[in-house]
């Protein structure tokens, strides 16, 4: 199972872009890259997913390197309801299930 | 849009007891998750179903079980609880074809005195 390394915490500033990377140096050709996020107690939340493409949706931006071996995570602007905890996770599967292994994340606080 | 819907939101149960946590996934989604979060600790994933039958088992004890039924809930049961099973249960539900993220519920958050 490919393995994910994120830094453990990270801030920016209401309204500027808050870039979080990822590094997944063990990851497989046909494997995704995954990122949820989870607000204080809630459940994780979709984000966004990639294979090799940069990916682009109503909520972020995912920049993958053309090696595959990191990613980056973009909130263009980032707002105080962006705090929380970010996992960049690769997608493992296995037969007909396709679990998601949580990482430790990192702690996005948005400052004022 | 329906989300993933789990019951109850808070339990309080004593040492040894028992406990029954259910999980109503998305419509039409094949797959349901469950995952384990002690305070302070990330996600830990515990089993997974496709299609009513297991597909995979994570760190889940022996004392825990769960199943899927024919409509699709599922129910993950704890018996002889202990102390640190205190933690936020949640449930997720998914379609495995194809690439979409998991869509996870609020949560069901078990206390063990």
């Known amino acids: 199972d490919a393995k994910t390394t994120q830094p453990t915490s990270m801030d920016c500033a209401e309204g500027r872009a808050a870039n979080l990377p990822c590094n997944h140096s063990t990851i497989s050709g046909n494997e995704y890259v995954y990122w949820y996020r989870q607000i204080h107690s809630q459940g994780p939340q979709y984000i966004i997913h990639g294979l090799k493409n940069n990916e682009t949706n109503e909520m972020a931006s995912l920049i993958i390197t053309e090696d595959r071996k990191s990613s980056t995570l973009i909130l263009p602007h980032a707002t105080l309801r962006d705090t929380a905890v970010y996992y960049c996770i690769v997608r493992v599967s296995r037969d007909s299930s396709y679990k998601l292994i949580f990482g430790s994340g990192t702690r996005l606080l948005v400052r004022p | 849009a329906a989300g993933v819907i789990q019951s109850p939101r808070h339990l309080i149960k004593e040492k040894r007891e028992t406990a029954t946590l259910k999980c109503y996934p998305i419509?039409?989604?094949?797959?349901v998750y469950w995952y384990q979060q002690g305070p302070g600790q990330d996600p830990q994933f515990l089993i997974s179903f496709y299609e009513k039958m297991q597909s995979d088992k994570g760190s889940i004890p022996d004392r825990f079980s769960a199943q899927q039924f024919s409509d699709y809930h599922s129910e993950l049961n704890m018996s002889s609880l202990e102390l640190g099973d205190s933690a936020l249960y949640f449930c997720?539900?998914?379609?495995?074809?194809?690439?979409?993220?998991?869509?996870f519920g609020s949560g069901t958050r078990l206390t063990v005195v």
């Open positions: 419509p039409r989604h094949d797959t």
């Open positions: 997720a539900s998914s379609l495995v074809k194809g690439h979409y993220g998991y869509t």
